[in-house]
């Protein structure tokens, strides 16, 4: 097993936060506490009262918990949860005390609320810059399952002087971004998924053109992380207008560059699966048992460790462009950062003999950091090698290339224009069971890092 020291992505221990945020942990802390305080003091000396009342309040804190640092499916179902848990003490009253169950809820509901406060959003940083002079957004009308045709993207980037191409289906992206920069184009957008986004990308890395991400695709890592709401897609292209300009970097594997993360091993196994888009959680936790089984053959995979010793490896590995804060091999969290200089790199070893239990049920929880066999580190290169070719996951797209690997950081490689009105990136988040810690810390005025 390895034994290397984790380095947690995000903002500097200890760091100062904002008065903001200091004032919303505070407030969800006191909320917390009083609703404990409330629900409890009127059912202590009813013996069927008191342990529901306890299991009620227990169950919709975790759930809260859970949908507040949680997303997509997992979000929806743990608030599921806690909504029909406070349903059930209202129901209960009876025995409780109407107006004790109505208080306790607003609690947790003004805790919950001022603990998303507290871990806020990092805002977008950058210069700011006047329209584009000659804009050209770039369209592929079947990324996300024809996400640009329902947001009528060709007609509202008409609409505001962008000069649109639309990909046909025999058509290549790199020679169209290419042409466009040809054509005096100084600013290029792209409509699609992260992998046409990281081709786009590199083209205006090396035309010298600025970079407009539009979320047209299916995840849209990549524009969460650039700090854009993805689901208001035609806004993204106000980017072309006034906005703010920032550098950021890019990965590179081999001649292909990424601006997400490249995964190996039974990762790369995983994000193959049909039923993973629609459920990345789920899919991992379900394939995992069968993919770490002890009659598998762990991946062959090589590289050398934070600590300089060659041959290490691992049952999964994945790297990507900056660090992630990540709690779930299924439910990639944020990249706080996209400048810092440096890969992320998070690996994860596995006894099959005793720990995949332990691995599935942190899987589940959205706890996968606390698995003793993960580990993070940053590097600013990475060489992996194998005695046979190796499957990959670029940016989410399957490939099967030779080995060796080779994997770089381009730093601060492509201008992006970011509209003025982007929300910001989630900030970084801890998992369930790191929540009140990192209340406590930032009421206390330190980042929870």
């Not at 200890?14 to 409890?40: H, K, N, T």
């Not at 490249?262 to 888009?277: F, K, N, T």
């Not at 706890?367 to 993070?376: D, K, T, Y």
Request: with cysteine; charged share 20%.
């Amino acid at each position: 097993m390895l034994a290397w020291m984790v380095r947690r992505p995000g903002r500097r221990a200890g760091a100062p936060v904002s008065r903001f945020r200091r004032v919303a942990a505070s407030a969800a802390l006191v909320s917390f506490a009083a609703a404990v305080a409330v629900m409890f003091a009127r059912p202590i000396d009813r013996p069927i009262a008191f342990p529901v009342s306890v299991a009620a309040v227990t169950i919709a804190l975790v759930a809260g918990w859970t949908a507040l640092v949680g997303r997509g499916l997992r979000r929806l179902s743990a608030a599921v949860v806690a909504a029909f848990t406070l349903g059930g003490l209202i129901a209960f009253a009876g025995v409780v005390g109407l107006t004790t169950v109505l208080v306790t809820a607003g609690l947790l509901v003004t805790s919950g609320t001022a603990a998303r406060g507290a871990f806020g959003r990092h805002r977008p940083k950058g210069l700011m810059v006047g329209a584009a002079r000659r804009g050209v957004l770039l369209v592929n009308p079947r990324s996300g399952g024809g996400a640009a045709d329902r947001h009528n993207l060709a007609q509202e980037g008409a609409r505001r002087g962008i000069a649109v191409v639309t990909l046909t289906e025999r058509a290549d992206l790199r020679s169209l971004a290419e042409d466009a920069a040809d054509r005096g184009a100084d600013v290029v957008g792209m409509a699609g998924g992260d992998g046409s986004q990281a081709l786009v990308a590199d083209v205006a890395r090396r035309r010298g053109m600025a970079f407009v991400c539009v979320p047209a695709g299916t995840r849209n890592h990549f524009a969460l992380d650039l700090g854009l709401d993805r689901k208001d897609v035609v806004g993204a292209l106000d980017a072309f207008d006034l906005a703010v300009e920032q550098r950021v970097d890019l990965g590179q594997l081999g001649d292909r560059v990424f601006v997400n993360n490249v995964s190996l091993g039974v990762y790369a196994e995983i994000v193959q699966s049909d039923s993973y888009r629609d459920a990345k959680m789920g899919t991992a936790a379900a394939m995992l048992p069968d993919l770490l089984g002890v009659d598998r053959a762990p991946p062959d995979l090589r590289f050398t460790g934070p600590d300089g010793r060659a041959g290490s490896t691992a049952d999964v590995l994945l790297v990507s462009n900056n660090a992630y804060q990540l709690h779930s091999l299924g439910g990639f969290g944020t990249q706080p950062r996209l400048g810092s200089g440096r890969l992320g790199v998070a690996a994860l070893r596995v006894d099959r003999a005793r720990d995949l239990p332990a691995l599935v049920a942190l899987e589940s929880m959205g706890a996968i950091n606390r698995f003793r066999g993960f580990h993070q580190w940053t590097s600013p290169t990475m060489r992996i090698d194998s005695a046979r070719p190796v499957s990959v996951g670029v940016d989410g797209e399957a490939l099967r290339l030779p080995p060796p690997l080779d994997l770089r950081l381009l730093p601060a490689a492509v201008r992006v224009r970011i509209p003025l009105h982007a929300p910001g990136t989630p900030a970084a988040r801890p998992g369930v069971w790191g929540m009140l810690p990192s209340l406590i810390r930032i009421a206390a005025g330190r980042s929870p890092a």
